[in-house]
């Protein structure tokens, strides 16, 4: 770059001494013939002309595809843009807001939904699904090694399954999740080790022979601090220990889109991972593991179900209830994408409606353009009359909207780290095997970024420096201000645009107050229970290589702990959190019912312990809660909801009455001793369904999440409720921790990522499009100064000019506000499903959001039409 | 921009490049001998314009036509002079025959009885 500038310097100092020396001969020739110093200088002046116009000119011919010409540009932009400060700014603010938003959610949506495992041949890769939906399909053991040894369309097969796991060093323990795989899985998929190895074969041959384990690049950095030597040490997960033998690379976090695995444990290690699973690789019937395959080379995707199908059809002679009736290939290039499935309409949504913030933003900026350069007619006029290409004038304009938009795209990259950061933070991060969603901005968000800026920068330059490169050069050069009546073509454009941005402004913030109405809604349903009361802290006891008892122990001492603390009204366990997206569905028959044929009896279910109901603040409608009573040596109990008492036993009381468990020698009887308000804590969007809950001293479980209600500060108790754990047992790791409020929230975090950023972008356009009315009338203002004085001259009342120019812009804003308004009422049925207890077409919104929008651009056309008033008539006569 | 040389022709570009050419035809000059040069010889009909000459001459540098060096003059001033390429001398003859057959065509259109000036 130096070299190049002094190369530039060089050639400028060169252009500057032929000039000078052309004067000083010019010069000499002068005082020779007998004039005077001053006489020569000035005559000489005179002949020569204007200088800088000359060198300008002359700089033209140096041709338009060297370096220099690149730098002349850039340098006259950045001039101009030095001269015209607001403008400046005003440009580079609002593109970078657009830039920002856009590079931000595309980030997060190629991360999630867009690209390719990080793994070879990603194309090759299928997943298994039971259904053409994607619902991914789960088979046994020995399922697995039978499909993968003999179909003859994969070359390869993998099996693996994700589980929290409980990792230790002896001192510190965490929550971490995990996937027990197949000893072919990285093989298969093609990844290499970061460091270390993989899976050896003989690794994942004989059960329980190899505890070994490799272990993700986050939890590699984030615990062991990326040190080396972590190779050959030995971890404790769920109370077994394994040496490291590898590290991931940092970009493969596992086969299931949205989650990160911190540790991947070979088949063989599976009894090891917690109790009761002793029999799990010998079973056939129990499905439990995911499959990805890779498609051998020229083999498609159906020829290989096909095959397949048959394959398991011969398989499945014994019907069980987890074998695959039929298997269905899906597209497995992304990995599992059921954990992330449901963010792809929202986030899709989002990218559309920040591309058209950055169209309005585009429009705004090419009609500043427009005005501009329609200010620098002249300058424009004159660069062509001596001879500049029209291209070379078209070139300079760009140069500057590029300069523009790649300042935008700077301070956009700013604005989309703080962006990433706003879009991340509702994310909901309470599940045992939680949502990770990565939008972290790299080569490929940028380089999106950069495409866009040069996009953006041709899209709002173009059309302008088309239109300033061919001026009606006489009128110009003549220095005439133009008639509005000679400028019409340009009018229509810059009209154009006005109606563009008011319309796609008021699609915008109709979207925005649809789904912050639908929000409100939402917040204002009653769930049945006080989420802001209750704290939780989640526990793992399988993890921890607890057996029953001993558990019962944990829980009877942690509730008398935790009760004892200061602040806290209520204490006690259950297994199902509400507002979680972990789930209990099972069977069970009220006493005495017949089921039509095919239907099946399937209720929620949850175990709690004594007092739950009063913790979280449900209300028991009939009958009692479960008490300290209520042990294995008394008979079989149960709390139901309204929904299933209404349902089995309408109009009757159901306390009292019994379900059926189990069938033959195992059925037990339980009976009714309570019924609860329903709750909305599957969902604030659905109805409750039927629901069952067991007393947890009955029924033991060792998912356990401790409930607080507490009317005290909670971070405070968060701290308090460690250290009690801490005592109990330092190596049980607690998660969770966090009110039922926080949950409830994370429930809706689509609805609130939604809501949140239409509103932003809705406001972020309605503020374009009133900047873009406002620079429209101000700059017809200042048009037409001389038309206004004679108005005003000849009679008219200040009022009727005010009138006439609000008129002109409004009339713009009318048209974009009807054409807006029927667009609006095609577009919001996309985003119906995202909306509650608010119709797409909500008479209210439809009619304050226009009038919102009309009242500010009423402002914007305002301001400019008082500056119009306020023309003194002499002196706009006197211009010229 | 005023009205200063209504008694002179306005050069068009292409005959300018002809003209600069023809005048480098004898040896190196500077842009102001070019264009004095240029002026003398038309007998004072011709007056170029240096925002035409030096865009012209930069030009014709960057076709390779004629090619510049620097020199220092009598009294101590950098001075770049232009001459003429080998490309320049074809140029220069090809477009001189063109010339002559426009000119000859156009002196018979305007004049078809016989050969003479007025101008």
């Not at chain 1, 052309?22 to 204007?50: I, S």
């Not at chain 1, 398989?315 to 899906?330: A, D, K, V």
């Not at chain 1, 009976?671 to 033991?700: F, H, M, N, W």
């Not at chain 2, 003398?40 to 925002?51: A, F, H, R, Y």
Request: proline share 4%; glycine share 8%.
């Amino acid at each position: 770059m130096r070299i190049l500038r002094s190369w530039w310097r060089r050639r400028e100092d060169d252009l500057e001494a032929e000039i000078q020396s052309h004067l000083a001969m010019a010069m000499r020739d002068r005082m020779e013939r007998g004039e005077t110093e001053d006489q020569a200088a000035r005559a000489v002046r005179r002949e020569f002309g204007n200088v800088g116009l000359v060198k300008e000119v002359t700089r033209d011919m140096w041709g338009w595809v060297s370096l220099d010409r690149l730098i002349q540009d850039v340098r006259f932009s950045l001039r101009i843009m030095l001269k015209n400060p607001g403008f400046t700014v005003v440009a580079v603010v609002t593109l970078a807001l657009g830039i920002g938003a856009n590079t931000a959610i595309f980030g997060l949506l190629d991360k999630v939904l867009i690209r390719s495992l990080p793994v070879d041949q990603p194309q090759q890769i299928v997943s298994f699904a039971e259904d053409a939906a994607g619902t991914p399909a789960v088979v046994s053991y020995p399922v697995y090694t039978e499909l993968r040894d003999r179909n003859e369309m994969l070359s390869g097969l993998v099996g693996f399954f994700q589980q929290p796991f409980s990792l230790s060093n002896g001192t510190q323990s965490d929550h971490v999740i995990g996937q027990i795989v197949t000893g072919n899985y990285f093989d298969v998929l093609g990844v290499r080790p970061a460091l270390g190895r993989f899976f050896l074969p003989e690794e994942d041959r004989t059960p329980g022979t190899h505890p070994v384990v490799v272990i993700g690049h986050k939890l590699w950095r984030q615990r062991f601090g990326a040190d080396p030597a972590v190779i050959g040490k030995s971890v404790i997960l769920n109370e077994h220990s394994y040496i490291i033998v590898g590290v991931t690379p940092a970009e493969f976090t596992g086969t299931t889109r949205g989650t990160v695995n911190d540790v991947y444990l070979p088949m063989m290690m599976q009894a090891q991972t917690g109790p009761r699973r002793d029999r799990v690789l010998d079973n056939r019937n129990f499905g439990w593991l995911s499959l990805i395959g890779r498609l051998k080379p020229n083999i498609s995707r159906t020829q290989a179900q096909a095959a397949l199908a048959s394959l398991v059809d011969n398989e499945t002679q014994s019907p069980g209830r987890h074998e695959p009736g039929s298997i269905f290939l899906i597209d497995g290039s992304r990995g599992h994408m059921d954990r992330v499935n449901d963010l792809s309409m929202p986030l899709l949504l989002l990218m559309g409606v920040a591309g058209f913030v950055l169209l309005i933003a585009c429009a705004n900026i090419a009609n500043l353009l427009l005005a501009r350069a329609s200010a620098r007619r002249r300058e424009i006029a004159v660069r062509l009359a001596v001879g500049a290409g029209r291209f070379r004038i078209i070139r300079q304009l760009l140069t500057e909207s590029t300069i523009l938009s790649a300042l935008a795209a700077i301070t956009g990259v700013l604005v989309a780290f703080w962006f990433t950061r706003l879009l991340l933070g509702f994310q909901q991060q309470t599940n045992r095997v939680p949502r990770t969603l990565d939008g972290s901005l790299d080569h490929r968000a940028l380089l999106f970024t950069l495409g866009l800026s040069l996009l953006t920068g041709i899209l709002f330059g173009l059309a302008p420096a088309i239109h300033a490169a061919k001026p009606d050069l006489v009128s110009a050069l003549k220095e005439d201000t133009p008639r509005s009546g000679s400028s019409f073509r340009r009018f229509t454009l810059r009209h154009f645009l006005v109606v563009t941005q008011a319309s796609l402004s008021l699609v915008l913030l109709i979207g925005a107050g649809l789904c912050v109405k639908s929000l409100l809604a939402l917040q204002a349903v009653d769930p049945g229970l006080e989420p802001s009361k209750v704290l939780t802290a989640s526990f793992d006891l399988s993890l921890n290589g607890y057996d029953e008892q001993r558990g019962r122990q944990f829980i009877s001492e942690l509730t008398e702990r935790a009760r004892s603390l200061p602040g806290v009204e209520a204490a006690s366990f259950a297994t199902i959190v509400a507002f979680s997206d972990s789930f209990w569905i099972s069977g069970a028959t009220p006493e005495g019912y017949q089921p039509e044929p095919d239907e099946t009896l399937a209720f929620d279910f949850n175990a709690v312990s004594p007092g739950y109901f009063r913790t979280v603040g449900s209300q028991i409608f009939s009958g009692r809660e479960f008490t300290a009573l209520d042990t294995r040596e008394s008979p079989r109990v149960v709390i139901v909801n309204e929904a299933t008492a209404r349902g089995y036993w309408p109009g009757q009381e159901a306390v009292g009455k019994r379900f059926v468990r189990g069938k033959g020698q195992s059925a037990h009887f339980f009976e009714i001793v309570g019924v609860v308000r329903d709750s909305k804590e599957k969902g604030l969007t659905k109805d409750a369904g039927p629901a069952i809950c067991l007393p947890l001293l009955q029924q033991y479980v060792p998912e356990l999440t401790l409930h607080l209600r507490t009317g005290a500060d909670s971070q405070t108790l968060i701290g308090a409720i460690r250290r009690e754990v801490q005592i109990l047992d330092s190596g049980l790791p607690v998660y969770n921790l966090q009110t039922l409020e926080v949950q409830k929230d994370g429930s809706l975090y689509n609805q609130r990522l939604a809501a949140t950023l239409l509103t932003l972008f809705g406001l972020l356009a309605l503020l374009l499009a009133a900047m873009g009315i406002y620079g429209v009338l101000s700059y017809s203002v200042t048009e037409r100064t001389r038309e206004m004085g004679i108005r005003l001259a000849l009679g008219a009342q200040p009022r009727d000019v005010l009138n006439l120019i609000v008129r002109q812009g409004m009339v713009l804003v009318l048209i974009g506000l009807a054409i807006g308004v029927v667009a609006a009422l095609e577009l919001t049925r996309f985003i119906g499903t995202l909306l509650f207890g608010v119709s797409a077409t909500d008479p209210f919104i439809f009619a304050s959001i226009p009038l919102l929008l009309l009242t500010v651009s009423l402002l914007a056309c305002w301001i400019p039409a008082r500056r119009a008033t306020r023309v003194d008539p002499l002196v706009a006569l006197r211009y010229e | 921009m005023k009205r200063r040389h209504q008694n002179r022709i306005e050069v068009l570009q292409g005959t300018l490049d002809l003209l600069i050419l023809q005048t480098l035809r004898w040896g190196a000059q500077h842009g102001y001998s070019i264009s004095q040069a240029i002026r003398i010889n038309s007998g004072e009909v011709l007056q170029i314009d240096t925002g035409s000459l030096y865009p012209a001459l930069h030009r014709l540098e960057r076709q390779r036509l004629i090619s510049s060096e620097w020199t220092v003059s009598d009294n101590n001033q950098r001075v770049k002079l232009y001459r003429l390429t080998v490309a320049g001398k074809k140029h220069l003859a090809a477009e001189r025959s063109n010339w002559e057959k426009l000119s000859e065509a156009v002196d018979g259109i305007l004049n078809p009885a016989r050969n003479g000036s007025e101008a």
